[in-house]
């Protein structure tokens, strides 16, 4: 069986969406479980809690090689890293292209890097339009703030607010963006040229 075929037809695309989203799913709970662990979110909260149970057993086998130390949980960003790569892998087999081991390290680290950029791009973008709508402390939105206020902290040290207005969202979603673009983008564009 052909598995060019098999990928083109609608039941090999659906199975491909399906593996992309279980993947990209665990990816995104990885990596917020990594971000909240880093910007010492407050672990009674239900959401926190959730995503640690969730992630705990896959984080395990990592856990035991590199023990989780102050605030950084590298075992949440090599668990990622080791799935990425697998998908990676998996895709190159179901489609017949060998992906040499450098490509797919480098295709994997660049797609962490991007989700973790992403997601500190919307959470900064959700924490600043809840910071309009809803000022103030509240409890359900609280997280945002928790997650968001050391991303933000240096943004603000180099652009103090003007007039009460906070700039440092936009100066960090900017920053965040240039990133991807520049850093990320070169990075992607050495991948390619490996595959």
């Known amino acids: 069986m052909d598995t060019m075929n098999t990928l083109g037809s609608p039941v090999g695309q659906g199975g491909l969406f399906l593996l992309q ?15 909240m662990r880093a910007t010492h979110v407050d672990w009674r909260n239900p959401i926190v809690h ?21 605030r950084w949980d590298w075992a949440s960003i090599i668990t990622a890293l080791v799935i990425q790569a697998i998908f990676v892998w998996v895709i190159g087999w179901l ?4 992906f040499g081991a450098i490509a797919i390290v480098l295709a994997s680290t660049t797609e962490i890097l991007n989700q973790l950029l992403d997601m ?17 402390y509240n409890p359900n939105t609280e997280i945002f ?20 207005i906070d700039l440092s969202p936009l100066i960090a979603i900017l920053a965040i963006k240039l990133f991807q673009i520049v850093v990320i983008g070169s990075i992607v564009q050495v991948a390619q040229g490996l595959l």
């Open 120 to 136: 500190m791009f919307w959470l900064i973008i959700i924490q600043a339009v809840l910071s309009w709508v809803s000022p103030g």
């Open 95 to 98: 489609t017949n292209r060998d």
């Open 145 to 164: 703030n928790q997650i968001t206020r050391p991303i933000l902290a240096p943004f603000q040290r180099l652009v103090p607010p003007i007039s009460g």
């Open 21 to 35: 989203f279980i993947v990209g799913l665990v990816i995104f709970a990885l990596m917020l479980r990594f971000l």
């Open 50 to 70: 959730f995503v640690a149970k969730v992630t705990n057993p896959l984080c395990a086998p990592a856990n035991k090689i590199i023990p989780i130390k102050g």
